[in-house]
């Protein structure tokens, strides 16, 4: 009878094998028990990994535009409440011009020219404001503070309105402005309301400050882009999500302030009074409805990118019900598959440890 030799050594080393081979088949499984996915989808899928990276790149896509959706929402109905509290100022400068009729009470005049100023004031606070960094009124160009303080004295659209109507008395020869008629006055507000619609011809501007060329808003009150803020909702649409303080709104608001702040006095003749009240509150009408329209549009879209969400959301679980099926694996299996490892490290373990204990010597008497 022929025996082999059979070393504890190489036996030592082969359990070793065992158990490093069976510890990292454990982590493996453990990581499919707690995700519920493959440990290594390319050796789990084969040829159909491709499928399954495309799936998931489609969901990453979807959830970036669900992201960005939600800025969108966000900047939208932050403009919106800015738009409403504008026309709620409207209404208050509109109840203020409605208030004084024709009255040339000083003190009647005094209390609608503060209400109207603390009114531009409070308005040109909610056309800078601004929401994660950007300003909501001014267009593309979202990192400029959009408007200027123009109800501060001494502001320049102030300065260069006074100018404008001391040119206007000069060029037509009228003493003061308590010697302007009604159809003087009426021809200095067309004046200024064409430099504060952008219709005034742009000439050659020479060293004062007020000329006929100047578009007022431009020179002196706004920043902004008129380029509104635009988002892509889903892979194929695209809104506008924001709004900018050129819009007729804008204009025709800060004009009916400039005009009943320096014209609401009782320096001027009750003729050349009640056109100024007649014509603000025209304006402010105009203004009104025009932030009425912009919160509208803004609505609308508004609209669009929370119909474009519950698509996006729609198409998310459709693929990853399909992403579901080529990756996830089963939990029991999965689980069960642990536990038998478990029991394998274990019996290496006993098994190695017994080994290292065999010794000649313990048989040596």
């Keep these: 009878m022929k025996t082999s030799f059979i070393s504890s050594l190489s036996i030592q080393t082969t359990m070793r094998y065992a158990v490093a081979k069976a510890q990292q088949d454990m982590v493996a499984a453990q990581q499919e028990v707690t995700t519920g996915r493959h440990a290594d989808v390319g050796v789990a899928l084969g040829a159909t990994t491709s499928r399954s990276l495309d799936l998931t790149r489609d969901v990453l896509r979807i959830k970036s535009m669900l992201t960005t959706n939600s800025l969108a929402t966000q900047r939208l109905e932050s403009s919106e409440e800015a738009l ?65 303080n123009v109800a501060a004295q001494g502001s320049a659209v102030q300065v260069a309105f006074d100018a404008e109507l001391a040119k206007f008395l000069t060029d037509n020869a009228i003493a003061s402005r308590s010697d ?30 007020a ?30 999500t924001s709004t900018n303080s050129n819009t007729e709104g804008m204009r025709k608001f800060v004009l ?55 698509t996006l959301e729609a198409q998310q679980k459709i693929i990853e019900v399909h992403l579901n099926d080529l990756e996830s694996v089963d939990a029991y299996e999965a689980s069960t598959r642990v536990k038998g490892l478990e029991a394998l490290v274990e019996t290496a373990y006993t098994l190695t440890a017994r080994l290292q204990q065999l010794s000649l010597v313990n048989f040596l008497r």
């Design 84 to 148: 409403s509290k504008m026309s709620g100022l409207g209404q208050k400068i509109l109840d203020s011009l409605i208030g004084i009729g024709g009255s040339s009470d000083s003190t009647n005049l005094s209390v609608a020219r503060t209400s109207i100023q603390s009114a531009l004031d409070t308005f040109a606070s909610f056309a800078n404001t601004s929401v994660n960094g950007e300003y909501l009124f001014a267009g593309i160009n979202s990192d400029i503070k959009p408007f200027e």
């Design 180 to 209: 302007m008629s009604e159809q003087d006055m009426s021809d200095f507000l067309d004046l200024m309301e064409s430099k504060f619609d952008g219709s005034s011809p742009l000439t050659d501007p020479p060293h004062d400050i």
């Design 256 to 310: 009916t302030s400039l005009i009943s702040m320096e014209f609401l006095t009782n320096d001027i003749s009750d003729e050349a009074r009640s056109v100024v009240t007649t014509r603000a509150q025209a304006y402010i009408g105009q203004a009104m409805s025009s932030l009425t329209g912009e919160r509208a549009r803004l609505g609308l879209s508004a609209e669009r990118v929370k119909k474009a969400d519950e």
């Design 211 to 240: 000329t006929v060329g100047t578009d007022f808003w431009a020179a002196y009150v706004s920043n902004a882009s008129d380029e509104n803020m635009k988002s892509r909702i889903t892979q194929s649409e695209i809104v506008e």
